[in-house]
């Protein structure tokens, strides 16, 4: 049985979204960050950084909620998140996958704490390059990958529903607004933001 660690209000919002647009059976297991139940001995055996979401599956188990995305979609092709190997598509899904963790996260961070970086260095670039980035590529639409809802939407949408919506960190735009609604009017979207809530 799949086992999603998660806690209300925290990043486990992309797991949990992935997980009920997969339709597949899984069973959340509160570990209430405001507890401390993440840095269990037990619950560190999973995630040794003391961090939500982590997944169980098996013998298998990780952690970094966008890894959990492309674990599921990967392990259970049948949930159509993710193209297959041999498509082209792929490489886009890949490097969408993980420019939320890996260029949006840090913008907002460096936004939240108004550090300095000179962007030839910053991994992320610029906050302002980064949004103008995702602007111009969520004008074709309707998803990342154009016509098909990927794995990398959630990773994408949940970082921009954050960022725009929820904290208000970064200015809405067009694309930005019609994209976030796009996945807010998903049912599963819909059924994590309750879960989430706690
Ligand atoms: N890189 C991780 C970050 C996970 C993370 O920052 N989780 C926070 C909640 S949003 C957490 O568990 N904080 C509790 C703590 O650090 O003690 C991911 O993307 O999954």
């Not at 997980?19 to 509160?30: K, Q």
């Amino acid at each position: 049985m799949i086992k999603l660690y998660w806690s209300p209000r925290s990043r486990s919002f992309s797991a949990i979204w992935l997980l009920e647009e997969s339709g597949l059976a899984y069973e959340r297991v509160l570990t209430d960050i405001n507890t401390g139940a993440q840095k269990a001995p037990d619950f560190l055996k999973i995630n040794p950084m003391g961090k939500v979401p982590a997944l169980t599956d098996g013998d298998a188990g990780l952690a970094e909620a966008a890894a959990i995305c492309a674990y599921i979609a990967d392990r259970y092709p049948e949930t159509k998140l993710a193209p297959a190997t041999d498509d082209p598509k792929r490489a886009r899904y890949l490097q969408w996958l993980f420019f939320a963790p890996g260029c949006i996260e840090p913008a907002l961070i460096q936004l939240f704490s108004k550090l300095e970086v000179p962007a030839r260095m910053a991994a992320w670039g610029s906050a302002e390059q980064v949004f103008d980035v995702l602007d111009s590529e969520l004008q074709k639409g309707p998803w990342i990958l154009g016509d098909q809802f990927s794995a990398a939407d959630i990773t994408i949408g949940s970082g921009l529903n954050f960022a725009v919506r929820a904290f208000k960190m970064v200015p809405p735009r067009p694309s930005f607004d019609a994209y976030i609604d796009r996945c807010a009017a998903r049912p599963a979207f819909q059924r994590a933001e309750t879960i989430a809530a706690g």
